[in-house]
């Protein structure tokens, strides 16, 4: 009975081949199979611009780390999730500086344009 798993299986072993080897046929550590494999598929690009996120606390300080968490990325708009509307309400007020940071530290002008603020306890 063949199943659509095993089909996919198939269909996709050569490529799983070719990753599991470098040329002298040593086995290949782990963070250069998905290194490859991100690459081939074009998610090493929306990975790197999501890389921010570990580094948070790093961009927008301490306090405000605290009581957010950037959630999404959408055409440019970032979107954060805040502890309280008194900590929103004082965010909109920074949106620049945010957005100047984020940008600095991602390496591009313009991958972030707006930062949108929600409330969720």
């Known amino acids: 009975m063949k199943t659509a798993n095993s089909q996919s299986w198939k269909k996709h072993s050569a490529a799983r081949r070719s ?61 954060v999730r805040v502890s309280n509307s008194a900590w929103a309400q004082e965010l909109s007020f920074h949106k620049e500086v945010i957005i100047k940071r984020l940008n600095k530290f991602l390496g591009e002008q313009d991958a972030v344009s707006d930062v949108q603020f929600y409330v969720s306890g």
């Not at 290949?28 to 790197?48: P, Q």
């Not at 890389?51 to 055409?75: D, M, N, S, Y």
């Open 19 to 79: 990753l599991r080897y470098q040329e002298g046929g040593d086995p290949l550590a782990i963070d250069k199979v998905l290194e490859r494999v991100l690459k081939r598929t074009g998610m090493d690009r929306d990975l790197a611009r999501y890389r921010f996120v570990r580094h948070w606390e790093e961009i927008v300080g301490g306090e405000i780390a605290k009581r957010t968490r950037p959630e999404c990325l959408r055409q440019g708009a970032l979107v």
